[in-house]
């Protein structure tokens, strides 16, 4: 099993870009989520999923979007980036019926 | 909405010794999830102790323990006989048992072992 796996690992935007960061697990976990992790902080949740064709919004989803079309996938997308979304983003799952989530790797994000 | 508070942005302790991470968190639920996680530079995040709200004896694992204290909402993290390898950001999170089961997660606390 891989587990959660994001990509892209690292990636350098410009101010008004747009990407998608994708993720997903292959432990058939129905919950996945979203969150940043600003320089020295905590991990704030961006969006969650319950399961596929259901999502809804963390602390922080204003600049994000997100969709969940299958049980393996929960992309992130980012329309037009602003500086303020430099962070580390994680994705994270874990089955309904469990406690312990598993967090993919991450990826750095720098929008300049 | 559920907050988790972690009032020591950093600790330092020697090898071997023991040293206790602070966590406290507001919630109107009373049945729920608490946990520690653990980020060190590699930037994994790897779960470290769980404890249910409706169990009263507080979970151990090794060297690690937790002391619960659900009246005051109060869920700190004892790490005995440290090694240099505890050297971590550590994270307390909070999940609801039913409902929209979000994983909500402290400011964290980082920890530095020294030889």
């Known amino acids: 099993n891989a587990g959660v796996t994001q990509t892209p690992k690292f990636r350098i935007l410009k101010i008004g870009q747009s990407m998608t960061l994708q993720c997903a697990q292959d432990?058939?976990?129905?919950?996945m989520y979203w969150y940043r992790q600003d320089p020295g902080m905590g991990l704030k949740l961006i969006y969650y999923?319950?399961?596929?064709?259901?999502?809804d919004k963390g602390e922080v989803p204003n600049g994000y979007n997100v969709s969940r079309s299958t049980t393996e996938d929960f992309p992130l997308r980012l329309e037009l980036a602003a500086p303020s979304q430099t962070s580390v983003y994680f994705c994270a799952s874990r089955t309904s019926g469990g406690t312990e989530a598993f967090f993919g790797q991450g990826t750095r994000l720098t929008v300049v | 909405a559920q907050t988790v508070t972690q009032s020591q942005p950093e600790m330092s302790v020697q090898e071997a010794e023991t040293v206790t991470l602070s966590c406290t968190y507001d919630t109107s639920e009373n049945n729920y999830y608490l946990f520690w996680y653990k980020q060190p530079p590699s930037r994994q995040m790897i779960l470290v102790i769980r404890?249910?709200?409706?169990?009263?004896q507080n979970a151990t694992e090794n060297r690690f323990s937790v002391n619960f204290q659900k009246a005051a909402k109060s869920f700190s993290l004892k790490i005995s006989d440290s090694q240099l390898g505890d050297t971590a950001m550590y994270f307390c999170?909070?999940?609801?048992?039913?409902?929209?089961?979000?994983?909500?997660f402290g400011q964290g606390t980082r920890l530095t072992i020294n030889p």
């Open positions: 999170a909070f999940m609801n048992a039913q409902g929209a089961q979000k994983l909500v």
């Open positions: 432990m058939n976990h129905n919950y």
């Open positions: 999923s319950v399961g596929a064709g259901i999502t």
């Open positions: 404890q249910e709200a409706y169990k009263q």
